[in-house]
C-alpha cells in the first residue's frame, strides 16, 4: 500500500514538469515557425536548407529572409547583399572570408575570419592557421645546429687538453 501512495504522490511532482515541457515545447516550435521563412528548398524531393547570411534591406545590420525557391539573397541598391564577412559575389552569401588571417594550405575557412584546422596544421590563436610539418622541420634543423655546435666545441676542447698534455 505504501509503495502504492509513494507512486501516486511521485506522480502528482512530476505532473507539472511535464507540463511545462509541453510548454517549452510549444514555445521551441513557435520560434522555429518564426524561422521557417530563413530556409529554401532546393527542390520538392529534397529537405530545406539555411538560407546564407543575407543582409536586411532596411537595416543593414539585421538578417534577412532569402528566395524561398532559389536561396539567393535580395539585391541591395545602396549596399551588399551579404552581412559583413561573407563574400557578397556569392549569391546565397554562404561563403565566409578569411581575409585577415592565414589559413594555410590545409586550413578551411568555415565563418568570418575563424578556420578550422585540418590534422597535420594547428590554430594560432587568432583563428588561422599553421602547418606543423614546417615548424617541426625547424625545431629538428635548429636542434641539429645545437647538437653540431656542442660536438665542435667538445672536440677544440679535447685537442685543447691533448696539446697540453703533450706540451708537459
Not at 522555429?32 to 530563413?38: A, C, D, V, Y
Not at 543575407?54 to 547583399?81: F, H, L, S, V
Not at 599553421?130 to 667538445?154: K, P, Q, T
Request: positive net charge; glycine residues 10%.
Amino acid at each position: 500500500m505504501k509503495l502504492i501512495g509513494f507512486v501516486v504522490a511521485l506522480l502528482g511532482v512530476l505532473e507539472p514538469a511535464a507540463a511545462s515541457e509541453k510548454g517549452l515545447k510549444k514555445k521551441i516550435n513557435e520560434k522555429i515557425g518564426n524561422l521557417n521563412s530563413f530556409y529554401w528548398r532546393p527542390s520538392e524531393d529534397e529537405p530545406k536548407v539555411l538560407c546564407g547570411m543575407c543582409r536586411d534591406k532596411t537595416d543593414q545590420d539585421m538578417n534577412a529572409k532569402c528566395n524561398y525557391k532559389t536561396g539567393n539573397c535580395p539585391d541591395i541598391a545602396n549596399g551588399q547583399r551579404c552581412m559583413k564577412g561573407w563574400d557578397s559575389n556569392d549569391p546565397q552569401c554562404v561563403t565566409p572570408l578569411c581575409e585577415n588571417v592565414n589559413c594555410g594550405s590545409d586550413g578551411i575557412c568555415i565563418s568570418p575570419e575563424k578556420c578550422v584546422c585540418t590534422a597535420l596544421s594547428a590554430s594560432d590563436g587568432s583563428g588561422g592557421c599553421y602547418h606543423l610539418r614546417v615548424r617541426g622541420l625547424i625545431g629538428a634543423g635548429a636542434a641539429l645546429v645545437v647538437l653540431i655546435i656542442s660536438i665542435s666545441i667538445c672536440a677544440l676542447i679535447q685537442t685543447a687538453t691533448s696539446k697540453k698534455s703533450k706540451e708537459l
